[in-house]
C-alpha cells in the first residue's frame, strides 16, 4: 500500500507562523528593491533571522528568481515576491518593518548627491506606498543620498499624515563598520570589541567620526587620527573605485543593513538597552535631521541622545558637516515642495 498523497500547498504560501522559533515574537519585514546588489544579500540575512516570521521581497525586476532561491533556505521566515508597482500595496501590507536598498549606486568619479535625481522619485514612490498599506511601520532608508533621502520620506509621511520621527530611520550603520574596522586595525584588537561613534550623516565630509570617544577607550596620534577620519569618510569611495564601475558596496552594506535591521527587532522585541547610530529627526544641533547614536525601543527611535564632549577636531568637522548637510536637508525638503 501506497500512502495517499498529502495536499500539496501552492508554492510560497506556507502559512506563516505567529509566533518564531523559541516562542518569540515573530515580526513582519519587506526589503523593496530586494534583487539589487544589497537587495539580495540582505534577503538572505533576513531570512537568517530568527525574529522574522514573514519575509516581503519587493522590487521591479527579477523579484520571482530571488525569492524562489531564498525561500529554499530552511530557517523559519516565510518569504514572498511581489513584482512591479502593482504588487507594491500587497508587498507593503502589515509590515512591521520596511527595509529600502531601492535606487542607483555610485559610479567612480560620483558622488552621492548626483543619484539623487534618480532616487529621489524612487523613495517618494515607496514611502507613499508605506504610509497608505503599513503607516505603522518602522522604516530603515538606505537609498543614496541618504542625507535627503530621510527629508523627503519625512515630507512623504507628513502630506500623508502619518508622519512619526520616531519610526523613520536614515541607515548609516556601515558607517560605523568601517570605522571600527579601521580602528581596529590600528589598534591590532578585534573590530568585534570597538565601537566608534560616527555622527553627522552619509557622504563625505558629513561622516564625522569621534575617534575622542572610542570604546575601549583609547589615544591616537595626529596622524592616526587624520588617516582614519579620511579612510572613514572614503570607505564608500574606496569599495565604488574598487570596482570600477560595477557598483558600490553592497556586501559589507547588506551586513551593516542586516544588523541595523535586527537591532530594530529586538528593540521592537521589547529588549533594553538596544542603541546604535542613525539618521534621525533630531534636536542634537540646529538641523532637523542629525545621525548620532540612538536608544531604540518598540517604537523606533525612542531617544536621540546627546554628542557628546568633542575635541578641538571633531568640533571643526561639526561645522563642516553642518554646512554640508544644511544644504542636502533643504534639496530634499524642495524637491518634495516643488510640485505643491
Ligand atoms: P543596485 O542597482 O544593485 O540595486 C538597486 C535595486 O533597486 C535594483 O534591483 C532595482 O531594480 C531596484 N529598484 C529601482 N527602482 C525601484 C523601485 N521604484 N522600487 C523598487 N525597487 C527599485 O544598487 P545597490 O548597490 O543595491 O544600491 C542601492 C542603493 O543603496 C543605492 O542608492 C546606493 O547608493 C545605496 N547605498 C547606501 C549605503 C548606505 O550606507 N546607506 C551604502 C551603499 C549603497
Do not use: W
Amino acid at each position: 500500500l501506497s500512502p495517499s498523497p498529502r495536499p500539496q500547498m501552492e508554492e510560497g504560501v506556507r502559512p506563516a507562523p505567529c509566533r518564531a522559533k523559541g516562542g518569540a515574537p515573530g515580526f513582519k519585514v519587506a526589503v523593496l528593491g530586494a534583487a539589487g546588489g544589497i537587495g539580495q544579500p540582505l534577503s538572505l540575512l533576513m531570512k537568517l533571522n530568527p525574529l522574522v516570521s514573514v519575509l516581503h521581497l519587493y522590487d521591479v525586476v527579477n523579484t520571482p528568481g530571488v525569492t524562489a532561491d531564498v525561500s529554499h533556505m530552511d530557517t523559519t521566515a516565510v518569504v514572498r515576491g511581489f513584482l512591479g508597482p502593482n504588487q507594491l500595496e500587497a508587498a507593503l501590507t502589515g509590515m512591521d518593518l520596511v527595509i529600502i536598498p531601492a535606487g542607483l549606486p555610485r559610479k567612480p568619479g560620483m558622488t552621492r548627491d548626483d543619484l539623487f535625481n534618480k532616487n529621489a522619485g524612487i523613495v517618494r514612490s515607496l514611502c507613499e506606498g508605506v504610509a497608505k498599506c503599513c503607516p505603522n511601520a518602522i522604516v530603515n532608508l538606505i537609498s543614496n543620498p541618504v542625507n535627503s533621502t530621510v527629508p523627503i520620506a519625512a515630507e512623504v509621511f507628513k502630506k500623508a499624515g502619518t508622519y512619526d520621527p520616531k519610526r523613520l530611520l536614515g541607515v548609516t550603520t556601515l558607517d560605523v563598520a568601517r570605522a571600527n574596522t579601521f580602528v581596529a586595525e590600528v589598534l591590532g584588537i578585534d573590530p568585534k570589541d570597538v565601537n566608534v561613534p560616527v555622527v553627522g550623516g552619509h557622504a563625505g565630509v558629513t561622516i564625522l567620526p569621534l575617534l575622542s570617544q572610542v570604546h575601549p577607550p583609547c589615544s591616537f596620534t595626529p596622524d592616526e587620527i587624520s588617516y582614519l577620519t579620511k579612510r572613514i569618510q572614503n570607505g564608500g569611495t574606496e569599495v565604488v573605485e574598487a570596482k570600477a564601475g560595477a557598483g558600490s558596496a553592497t556586501l559589507s552594506m547588506a551586513f551593516a543593513a542586516a544588523k541595523f535591521g535586527d537591532a530594530c527587532l529586538r528593540a521592537m522585541r521589547g529588549d533594553a538597552g538596544v542603541v546604535e547610530c542613525s539618521y534621525v529627526a533630531s534636536a542634537v544641533t540646529e538641523l532637523p535631521f542629525f545621525a548620532t547614536k540612538v536608544r531604540l525601543g518598540r517604537a523606533g527611535a525612542e531617544e536621540v541622545l546627546p554628542l557628546g564632549p568633542l575635541n578641538d577636531f571633531e568640533r571643526a568637522g561639526l561645522e563642516m558637516a553642518k554646512k554640508e548637510l544644511m544644504e542636502s536637508i533643504q534639496k530634499g525638503i524642495d524637491f518634495m515642495n516643488k510640485d505643491s
